[in-house]
């Protein structure tokens, strides 16, 4: 069986500002992860993904994830946010079946 | 290239009618998914099919069915809807069970 926690379920942040959107995940596999994002009333879409290889997974957007093995972390970062980066995301892990998400974190950008 | 379509985009039902979701794909991908998405839970994959003429059981199947119609549509029907189905349903698919999954823009149901 596999698991996701998402350990905040709002982070506010001020434009310009860094952020970290944070990921745990347990399996007892080799694990695929994933980071989606959905705007107001869209659906989702794909950021970044980790497969294999570099351990640091940049994606759309100007976003990039960590990969930590030990840890069992994939924690989601941005080092300047914008007002339209806010939306609510998704973290996803995928053993050898489907795949597993996480409750969300919505990101809520202020000026 | 529409990528995942999902019709219809809201409806509204009364307890016990019953309706049926459509989702295509334009993609040539071969695994196909329902998922429902509720505050606060994330999402939730009802049915998958991972190839044609094949269905398997998400982690919340019950009062669901679906049918891999073809390659390119898959329909999740609600025989008897009852309040605990309102919800946004998504589709979503992708060339195999562990490939990225595309998602299409969502089914927003309301059970009276």
């Known amino acids: 069986a596999q698991s996701v926690t998402q350990l905040d379920s709002q982070v506010p942040v001020f434009e310009e500002a860094p952020v970290e959107l944070r990921c745990n995940y347990s399996s007892s596999v080799s694990v695929y992860l994933f980071w989606y994002v959905q705007y107001p009333n869209q659906g989702l879409q794909l950021l970044l993904k980790?497969?294999?290889?570099?351990?640091l997974v940049k994606g759309i957007n100007g976003f990039e994830a960590e990969f930590n093995k030990s840890q069992t972390s994939f924690h989601l970062r941005k080092p300047s946010v914008h007002i339209s980066d806010t939306a609510e995301y998704f973290c996803?892990?995928?053993?050898?079946?489907?795949?597993?998400f996480g409750k969300g974190t919505m990101l809520l950008v202020s000026p | 290239n529409a990528g995942v379509t999902q019709t219809p985009k809201f409806q509204v039902l009364k307890t016990g009618q019953s309706m049926t979701l459509q989702c295509a794909q334009d993609?040539?991908?071969?695994?196909m998914y329902w998922y429902r998405q509720d505050p606060g839970m994330g999402l939730r994959l009802i049915y998958y099919s991972a190839s044609e003429g094949t269905t398997d059981k998400g982690e919340v199947p019950n009062g669901y069915n679906v049918s891999r119609l073809n390659k390119r549509e898959f329909s999740l029907r609600l025989e008897s809807a009852a309040p605990s189905q309102t919800s946004v349903y998504f589709c979503?698919?992708?060339?195999?069970?562990?490939?990225?999954?595309?998602f299409g823009p969502g089914t927003r149901l309301l059970v009276l």
């Open positions: 980790y497969l294999s290889g570099s351990t």
């Open positions: 979503a698919s992708s060339e195999g069970v562990q490939e990225t999954q595309y």
């Open positions: 996803a892990v995928k053993g050898y079946s489907t795949l597993t």
């Open positions: 993609m040539n991908h071969n695994s």
